[in-house]
């Protein structure tokens, strides 16, 4: 069955720099990756999310990439900010459910 | 807001006990997944449901069940509780049954259980 491998666990940056989640996954049926942020203390929130024909997406400071021949998808944060500070999970769905990634907390410091 | 309720939002209770989790889905959404969360670990799907029926089962335990009702709310059944079972329990739901769409999970805030 599908796995999904996130990494790093704790990713910890300086506020105003970059910040990139890597995921893999290793069935190649999966079609749709999302990207979910968890807050302290809240359920987790679809942030953005892309599908297997296309190889880029971006919503202001946030992109998501995906090379399907590799099979591995990154959430790319620009310019972050004290309110990113989160968990973000990664997640693949090879048919009608999600496979998650064990997430990353991001640290923003000040 | 995500406009999924989940209740209670925090419950204490004893070893061998048994507790009822419920969840009340977005309006129009049909599916019902439950979720349980440790500790700084991550989601661990536990089951869905897609109006009314079981639509699939993930790392769910035998002494756990859950249902959804005619009225598309949800609840989940936790038996003979042990420590380890101590977790926040998320309740999402969604439009559709998977593979359609988007796909997007709108999570509750989850009910935190203390298991002492």
């Known amino acids: 069955g599908e796995n999904v491998e996130q990494h790093p666990s704790t990713l910890s940056v300086q506020e105003g720099d970059s910040a990139v989640i890597k995921c893999t996954y290793s069935?190649?049926?999966?079609?749709?990756f999302p990207w979910y942020k968890q807050e302290l203390g809240k359920g987790p929130q679809l942030i953005i999310d892309?599908?297997?024909n296309v190889g880029e997406k971006k919503d202001q400071r946030i992109a998501v990439t995906l090379n399907k021949t590799a099979k591995h998808f990154s959430l790319h944060i620009t310019e972050t900010q004290p309110e990113d500070s989160a968990v973000y999970f990664c997640?693949?769905?090879?048919?009608?459910?999600?496979?998650w990634g064990a997430g990353t907390k991001l640290i923003i410091k000040p | 807001d995500s406009g999924v309720t989940q209740t209670p939002k925090h419950l204490i209770t004893a070893t061998g006990q048994r507790v009822t989790l419920r969840c009340s889905p977005r309006?129009?959404?049909?599916?019902v997944y439950w979720y349980q969360q440790s500790l700084d670990q991550g989601l661990q799907f536990l089951i869905q449901?897609?109006?009314?029926?079981?639509?699939a089962k993930g790392n769910i335990l035998e002494r756990f069940s859950a249902q959804q009702f005619p009225d598309l709310h949800s609840e989940l059944n936790l038996s003979s509780l042990e420590l380890g079972d101590s977790a926040l329990y998320f309740c999402?739901?969604?439009?559709?049954?998977?593979?359609?769409?988007?796909?997007?999970?709108?999570f509750g805030e989850g009910s935190r259980l203390t298991v002492l």
């Open positions: 999402a739901s969604s439009v559709e049954a998977g593979g359609r769409g988007t796909g997007e999970l709108f």
């Open positions: 309006s129009g959404d049909l599916s």
């Open positions: 449901y897609y109006n009314g029926e079981e639509r």
């Open positions: 069935d190649s049926a999966s079609n749709y």
């Open positions: 892309i599908r297997s």
């Open positions: 997640a693949a769905r090879p048919n009608y459910q999600l496979i």
